[in-house]
């Protein structure tokens, strides 16, 4: 008699420690959280967890993979590979190099579609070519000291080095310095490296420095002014009329901004060129209507500053 009385009692209590049990899985997680345990120790703890499972990439609105973010900006150095343009079919790039090891000239009279390639004299840091075959360079010989070459067949000879005495240049062993026309190095940007510089004539000339600075001179490298600042500078060109453009990063492009200058001062928000930007290798150049943009190894061209850009037929081998 006792023993059916107490039998549904202990049914009771069995059924309700069940169901204790079943709310304490459920919710482990929460109390795994609670008393304290880290991220990596709660995973070990439930048995249902992957370690090795990593989450699913976020799918757009449109069912794909969301778009990657705007790629940042590269490191603002001094340019090594440039462009020199001559006219809207005719253009030179130069690969600097190094005093010990120079680099390589490539020569276009095609507009791009095609490219010789010849050895270099030299450290290579400046170069102003008359048409697709004749032009001189300034740079360093194997000692680093300033020099000038000649070519008359678009590289495949230079002669003997020349004074350089009276150009315009970059230094081919200090990188915060150029060389004037009056055969002085001056530091134009301060303590600061020139990443490129353009010449107009034995007194006017303009570069761009590390921090985006454009700094001009008008008495032949004596005092430099600052007229503006461009964030994210890499590349800079000038024309006769002293009208020109600054090559920029932005993080809204995926790739290098064109952007005019007018005495000095950038002109508007400027033109996305979609061609990744490579460290010391972004440049630009124009002469009358050849306006040619170098990013890497591709090089493009447009009538003026403001585009449209059109890539080139062959991107520069070797």
Partial sequence: MELRRVAPIVGLCALLVADLVLIVIAFRPSLVQAVGLGAADATSASPSASPSASPSPSPSASGSRSSPAPAAGVDPVPVERFVAAVS???????????????????????????????????????????????????????????????????????????????????????????????????????????????????????????????????????????????????????????????VRTDTSCQGVVVVPVTIGKPKGAGTCVEAPAVKGKVSISASGKGWWLLVGDRLHRSPDANGPWKRTGEDLAG
């Fill in 88 to 246: 809207p079919t005719d253009a030179w790039v130069v690969d600097a190099g190094s005093c010990k090891e120079p680099g390589t000239i490539w020569v276009t009279s095609d507009g791009g579609d095609s490219w010789s390639q010849e050895d270099l004299p030299g450290r290579v840091l400046r170069a102003r070519p008359d048409s697709a075959t004749e032009a001189f360079v300034t740079g360093g010989d194997e000692k680093c000291e300033l020099q000038l070459w000649r070519t008359a067949d678009g590289g495949a000879d230079w002669g003997e080095p020349q004074s350089a005495a009276g150009a315009w240049s970059r230094s081919p062993e200090d990188a915060k310095a150029v060389h004037t026309p009056a055969d002085e190095f001056e530091q134009p940007c301060a303590s600061g490296q020139v990443l490129d510089l353009g010449g107009l004539g034995a007194a006017r000339a303009s570069v761009l420095c590390a921090n985006g600075d454009l700094r001009s001179t008008t008495d032949g490298g004596g005092s430099w002014t600052r007229s503006a600042t461009v964030k994210g500078g890499l590349a800079l060109t000038l024309t006769e009329t002293g009208t020109g453009a600054v």
